[in-house]
């Protein structure tokens, strides 16, 4: 059975990575090393405490087992295990792409995880 895992992005960033083929990450991801990814059940703090406010954000769903031993398991907030890819993700690994917007309480209003 596969897992998905999430990745936060400005449409922007997405957008020049499909140009290249490659995502290299976000400004924090290539300060820290490696991309930052989401669980299911971490996306919604990560969310709020890294992107609160921010609009045009797309939801990027992507299969871990595709990622190979470039994905690692780590502990991050608290002690969860949050997931790092320590490559570059190539586009085509997204399973799907959706948009992250903003509702009126300034909350991201998310797509159907599935």
């Given at each position: 059975?596969?897992?998905?895992?999430?990745?936060?992005?400005?449409?922007?960033?997405?957008?020049?990575?499909?140009?290249?083929?490659?995502?290299?990450?976000?400004?924090?991801?290539?300060?820290?090393?490696?991309?930052?990814?989401?669980?299911?059940?971490?996306?919604?703090?990560?969310?709020?405490?890294?992107f609160a406010g921010q609009d045009d954000l797309?939801?990027?769903?992507?299969?871990?087992?595709?990622?190979?031993?470039?994905?690692?398991?780590?502990?991050?907030?608290?002690?969860?295990?949050?997931?790092?890819?320590?490559?570059?993700l190539p586009v085509n690994a997204a399973?799907?792409?959706?948009?992250?917007?903003?509702?009126?309480?300034?909350?991201?209003?998310?797509?159907?995880?599935?």
């Amino acid at each position: 059975m596969s897992q998905l895992i999430y990745k936060i992005a400005p449409r922007a960033l997405w957008h020049a990575a499909e140009a290249k083929g490659v995502f290299d990450g976000a400004p924090v991801d290539l300060a820290d090393g490696y991309i930052h990814f989401s669980t299911a059940g971490q996306l919604h703090e990560t969310a709020a405490k890294h992107f609160a406010g921010q609009d045009d954000l797309l939801l990027i769903a992507v299969d871990a087992a595709a990622l190979g031993d470039s994905l690692r398991f780590e502990p991050s907030r608290g002690g969860a295990l949050f997931p790092h890819l320590y490559a570059a993700l190539p586009v085509n690994a997204a399973a799907w792409v959706r948009p992250l917007p903003l509702g009126g309480d300034g909350r991201h209003i998310f797509p159907d995880l599935s």
